[in-house]
């Protein structure tokens, strides 16, 4: 005997699962937060916050965003899980390897160190925001000359980086570079790639700038 | 990361009470040690004050003229790149620049603030795990440092209940130079020299300075320095960068006529606090600069110094380091 449903009934069915696993994660994140609030010496005394989220609007390559984020969300976060914007890479998420690297009014940050909610009226730069009408930046460019990179997964960080220290002060040696690279750890060590690449840029051979 | 409560103001006065009135509140500025540590659950927040905004970041020089006491005003929130960047700061006093461009990643340097600098926490490997005791995270459950891996951790200024390191490295500078922090706070604003400004860890190493309840840091304030011609900053590291010290000394020195008339020797990565060298700097006054000379006082600046077992190296490293900084200095 073979056991037939209906197409209406699968139907049914899909959104009673999804529903329940839904409320199932609902309940799950609340009995985890109250277990994380009972460890705490900060909420001691029954005093459990909601989750406190934030308006914030700034801009992302050009573009306006205005978006709600709970008040820990880190920037990086925000990027990458709200607005799909996912070429900032998650490495260490302390700070320590630079491949959250962007821009925020110019300058580089580690995006993984500052909260979102912390950035209103600020203008963001990423990784996809280099390239201008489907041209790479000349800095995209001399990382794929110079085979910048091998797993490539610091290396939108490694770009923004780079492309940061264009206006930066930073001496004209190898060594200077590496020292102002400092903060992108590149595990597979790409590392004389990388400074072959900032420093064909920067000698002018093509005309680099944001 | 437990739930916070995030809100900002541009009011000195409304941070002031904000932070005051409620036990677990904390300011943010920069972010680069608070975040990490609110991430790793070290420290716990249930209201977060940005004070980015305040009108606290500027930084002004004064000419001796005019101002006989005071050479520069840095504000609390001057990022660590413009502090290090600035055209009179590297001219003035180049040390401070020297010690910040030496720590941290570029990003990092955009991000921190002076004053943010100034609050990192006095750490090390075992404060930041929550999986193990700690004096300073939990007071009374013991020190795993000491006896355990401690390699990185402090011979100066140590305490049977804490030896972790303070990693400034721009504190060193400021503390060789005489660095005052203005602070304000509900009961109205005082100055405090930034060396006594950090508490040794003692009994207890939970408390790292002596803020009161809702008193911030609002600047740093620099005598004039005659110590730009002869100074210098060395630090010595695992790595060439992007690393913290495991020795590093601010020497700075003031010659007239072939004799040294003031000394300064400050050091980090050895001790609880940025720690300055004051029985080193006594043997080098009135003395003609000189090898031997600097060795000397690199001898005296680490006494009283008790090593544990993997650290050891620190006491005749400091030593060195001390008298090539010093020879740094006199441009040898």
Known sequence: MTYKISRRRFGQLAIATSALAALYEYNFAKSNIQALAKQSPAWQGGNIPKLTKVNVNFQVNGTKQAVEVDSRMSLLDCLREKLKLTGSKKGCDHGQCGACTVMVNGRRINSCLTFACMHEGDEITTIEGLAKDGNLHPMQEAFIAHDGFQCG????????????????????????????MSGNICRCAAYPNIVAAIQEVRKGKVNASL | MHPFKYGKTVDLKEAINQLGSQPKANLIAGGTTLVDLLRLNVVTANHLIDINQLPIANIEIFEAKSSPEIGARIGALARNTDVAMHKQIIKNYPLISQAILSGASPQLRNMATVGGNVMQRTRCAYFRDTAVPCNKREPGSGCPAIGGLNRSHAILGTSESCIAVHASDMCVALVALDAQVLLSGPQGERKVALVDFYLLPGNHPEKENLLKPGEIIVQVELPHSPFAKHSHYLKVRDRESFSFALVSAACALEIKNGKIVDARIALGGVATKPWRALDAEKLLL???????????????????????????????????????????????
Do not use: H, W
């Open chain 1, 153 to 180: 997964y610091c290396t939108p960080g490694q770009i923004m980086s780079a492309v940061a220290l264009l206006s930066e002060t930073c001496g004209k040696q190898d060594s200077d570079v590496a020292e102002c």
């Open chain 2, 286 to 332: 009135g003395q003609s600069p000189s090898e031997g000379l600097f060795a000397k006082a690199g001898e005296v600046s680490i006494l009283g110094a008790k090593p544990q077992k993997s650290n050891a190296f620190k006491v005749e490293l400091t030593k060195r380091t001390v008298k090539r900084a010093l020879l740094a200095a006199v441009g040898e």
